[in-house]
């Protein structure tokens, strides 16, 4: 699943591509589309910014209209500048000249107006998001100490009204490198570990940014050794969804 840093990069493409341009293209050729009928309202339109919230993408344009995005476990969006077009039928499709976007599947995709959006009950309760201008790490990390005592700490990490964009990958690092099992309950967290988390998930998305890679340290290691002490890593799914989870029994307390 496209986790918060993969949205605030495409964000910058769109940025770098699309953003003060009029779409020549807006097309939904997929019957499955949500906007197929619609898609075609923002020809003609300019697209005056793109906004990464958590993992949701909001491509604000002129005339009071949003695409809301969000890629769930399967969806991707390509920004190209070279003018090649999508084989098949993509979810979406804007352009101008040889700047094209393509949306192919995912959750949510919605044409709404500016004012919904503002006040969409699903944007008002995302937690703060870690590459947001003025993220507050120590107060996200007291965020994580009120959460609901009995739950596992890589549970709580990936509830977005708790902090915004932390996926699979993101929580499995993170806990890593602050040394903090997946499996402790929140309640048993000293502060200091709360706010090594909360800092770490940050360092990983703020390093996805910059370099366009992911660091992974533990993540897909399954019966490996642990690449700081050597011991055993573990994997188990965890959660009502059984998200696949790597740990170091050994160095993760």
Not at 97 to 123: F, M, W
Request: charge should be positive; charged fraction near 25%.
């Amino acid at each position: 699943m496209p986790e918060g840093d993969t949205i605030h990069r495409v964000a910058m493409r769109f940025e770098a591509a699309l953003v003060g341009k009029e779409m020549e293209t807006a097309d939904a050729p997929s019957a499955r589309s949500p906007i197929h009928t619609r898609a075609g309202e923002l020809r003609g339109l300019t697209l005056e910014r793109a906004e990464a919230r958590g993992k949701h993408l909001l491509l604000h344009f002129s005339g009071d209209r949003v695409v809301h995005s969000h890629l769930g476990i399967n969806g991707r969006w390509f920004v190209r500048a070279d003018g090649r077009m999508p084989h098949g039928r993509p979810w979406l499709v804007l352009g101008n000249g040889a700047a094209v976007a393509i949306q192919n599947g995912g959750k949510i995709l919605r044409l709404t107006s500016a004012a919904r959006a503002r006040n969409d009950p699903v944007l008002l309760q995302l937690g703060p998001d870690p590459l947001a201008p003025g993220f507050d790490s120590a107060a996200a990390a007291e965020r994580l100490l009120a959460y609901e005592p009995t739950v596992p700490v890589g549970e709580a990490l990936l509830d977005q009204m708790l902090i915004a964009g932390i996926g699979n990958v993101i929580r499995i690092e993170a806990c890593f490198l602050s040394k903090v099992s997946p499996w402790r309950k929140v309640g048993d967290l000293e502060r200091e570990e709360a706010r090594a988390i909360v800092d770490a998930a940050s360092w990983v998305m703020e390093t996805t940014l910059a370099k366009g890679r992911r660091p992974k340290q533990i993540y897909g290691r399954s019966r490996r050794r642990c690449p700081r002490c050597g011991g055993r890593v573990m994997t188990r799914g965890q959660g009502d969804d059984n998200r696949v989870t790597y740990w170091c029994a050994a160095c993760q307390r």
